[in-house]
């Protein structure tokens, strides 16, 4: 199971924390990433990391601003820290788990968690 948390109302140039606790799965044998979904818009990979091959991923409009990380010593989670963010960044943000490497397609993904609303106000 993956379960995101940490969503919430910000203002443009604030910060958010979403965190995604993992269980039933072996943590490290799984890429994590971080996907959004705009209202009627296809869902967008933001970010992606996977400990096999070392691989983090950022989509241009968040580099510099997101940074993934995980915890697999006290607790298997994976964290997604928002800086600066931006209206556009509005949207519900999931965390997902695919095998071993990443993927920027959103489908072929294996676990999703349900989902946490960000909603950056202007």
């Known amino acids: 199971q993956l379960q995101a948390s940490g969503g919430g109302l910000v203002q443009a140039g604030g910060s958010l924390r979403l965190s995604c606790a993992v269980s039933?799965?072996?943590?490290?044998?799984?890429?994590m990433s971080w996907i959004r979904q705009v209202p009627g818009k296809e869902r967008e990979v933001v970010s992606c990391?996977?400990?096999?091959?070392?691989?983090?991923?950022y989509a241009d409009s968040v580099k510099g601003r997101f940074t993934i990380s995980s915890d697999s010593n006290t607790e298997n989670a994976v964290f997604l820290q928002m800086n600066n963010l931006k209206p556009e960044d509005t949207a519900v943000y999931y965390c997902?788990?695919?095998?071993?490497?990443?993927?920027?397609?959103?489908?072929?993904?294996?676990?999703w968690g349900q989902g946490t609303l960000v909603t950056v106000s202007s």
């Open positions: 997902a788990a695919h095998a071993v490497f990443c993927t920027l397609q959103s489908p072929q993904h294996n676990y």
């Open positions: 039933g799965i072996t943590f490290d044998d799984y890429a």
């Open positions: 990391m996977s400990k096999s091959d070392g691989t983090t991923y």
